[in-house]
């Protein structure tokens, strides 16, 4: 395959993501689970959307230092074209600028037009003969500077700045322009590790051992790992390390009921029944039907018969599951800050005045969930964020208003070679520049 196909495959889906509000991990995999592309074109393809939509605020910036028509009077399918084509000359080393501008030309006379293809390609030669000299801001503006070099919004700098100061702020944001691992969680009820990695060896599949679980598997080499027989066959789920620490502070046991009130698309959940070896009962919840559906198809795959999915909302409060529960999760709706280097569109489909709302629902759904456990039941908090207003604020607002719920140590449930300073207190936050793995926050409290 060609690599100018797999450029417009690329730009195609850049299309898709900004212009029509797909998101760039769904559009990604539907795509190229559907086109022809050799494994090398898909890894290109995954390059430059992903690198494109990790350095937009700083692509658009450039395009603006060199561009003699007004940003916004620059047909959107057009800017996308350039986008693409400013990403791979200013940060793919292997690819002639050439040939990138010789390719941007052919997309924009396909898809716009001669007078379009001459404006990419003025443009693009331009930014090429000068990349080595375009540089960034002036430092004395701070949050814009940092703004455009990593490309976050401004407004999540003024929060991570507030939060974690310049040094701290500055390392996190540039881990989150670099690439996630693929890692998977070896589902226990129907195989081990060992058997995953020789399988996967066969398909030429590189593989090491998690960071912080031992049935995590950090997967090199591909992008896509869902079309083999084994993933068919429900040897393994692919999970971020992060997400698993959440049902290992759970620490589950067989036989127990827990509740898992937002529980889409169920990772958390299987994992929790693979750890009790399918004993028991976990009640697996969500407000849409099809996220559902996306339970009960993981769960059959997988091997699971524990898990009930029932359509309910988690702010209500559901009287006949009162001091029913062991253990209760909570993995609430949060803003995503901690998934940025994953689903880099984030950074522009967020917007701040949405935080003020997370607030108010994470706290109703945490205050009517507690209800549903027994005495000395575990209640389990979790986001895929880093702003301390959706974590740690709420677990303190939330025990202040509950004097019979405390937070548990969870030393013992984290491997010994993991960063977890507050573990004693009962939490744990993690940062991709860190643990390297998506942010997260995961609080466990006790029922008095």
Not at 306 to 319: G, H, K, P, S
Not at 356 to 375: F, T, V
Request: charged share 30%; net charge positive; proline share 3%.
């Amino acid at each position: 395959m060609r690599k100018n196909w797999a450029r417009e495959e690329a730009y195609l889906i850049l299309n898709n993501i900004i212009d029509k509000d797909a998101y760039s991990n769904i559009e990604l995999r539907r795509r190229l689970n559907k086109s022809n592309l050799t494994k090398l074109d898909k890894a290109l393809v995954t390059e430059i959307v992903n690198g494109t939509l990790r350095n937009l605020i700083y692509i658009d910036w450039v395009i603006k230092q060199f561009s003699k028509i007004k940003e916004e009077k620059i047909k959107s399918n057009v800017k996308n074209i350039i986008r693409s084509g400013i990403y791979q000359i200013l940060f793919l080393d292997k690819i002639p600028d050439s040939a990138v501008c010789n390719e941007s030309v052919e997309l924009a006379k396909k898809y716009d037009n001669i007078g379009s293809s001459k404006f990419v390609n003025g443009l693009l030669r331009n930014v090429s003969r000068n990349k080595d000299n375009i540089g960034y801001p002036d430092k004395e503006n701070l949050e814009e500077y940092l703004s455009i070099k990593y490309s976050h919004p401004k407004w999540l700098m003024e929060i991570l700045l507030d939060h974690y100061g310049v040094d701290f702020t500055e390392e996190l944001i540039k881990s989150n322009n670099e690439p996630p691992p693929l890692t998977i969680r070896v589902n226990r009820l129907k195989t081990h590790k060992q058997e995953v990695m020789d399988i996967l060896e066969s398909y030429d599949i590189k593989c090491d051992d998690g960071l912080f679980n031992e049935e995590a598997l950090i997967i090199k080499g591909t992008s896509s790992i869902e079309g083999i027989d084994i993933f068919k066959k429900g040897y393994f789920s692919v999970q971020d390390e992060s997400s698993m620490l959440v049902s290992k502070v759970m620490n589950p046991k067989p036989g127990w009921m827990i509740m898992d009130v937002c529980s889409a698309p169920g990772g958390k959940a299987a994992h929790m029944a693979e750890l009790m070896n399918n004993e028991g009962k976990i009640i697996a919840r969500d407000i849409y039907k099809h996220k559902l559906e996306l339970i009960n198809k993981a769960c059959e795959r997988l091997g699971i018969k524990i898990v009930d999915t029932q359509l309910f909302d988690a702010r209500n409060l559901d009287e006949s599951y009162i001091r029913k529960a062991d253990g209760v999760l909570v993995d609430a709706p949060c803003s995503g800050l901690g998934l940025l280097r994953r689903k880099p569109d984030l950074r522009w489909k967020k917007k701040p005045n949405d935080m003020d709302e997370l607030h108010n629902l994470q706290y109703s759904i945490l205050r009517s969930s507690s209800h549903y456990l027994k005495k000395g039941g575990v209640l389990v908090y979790s986001t895929c964020t880093l702003n301390k207003k959706e974590n740690i604020d709420i677990v303190k607002r939330f025990l202040g208003d509950n004097e019979d719920f405390c937070l548990d140590s969870i030393e013992g449930l984290l491997p010994q070679n993991i960063y977890a300073p507050n573990a004693k207190e009962g939490y744990i936050e993690l940062y991709p520049n860190i643990h390297k793995t998506d942010g997260f926050f995961i609080a466990r409290m006790i029922k008095k």
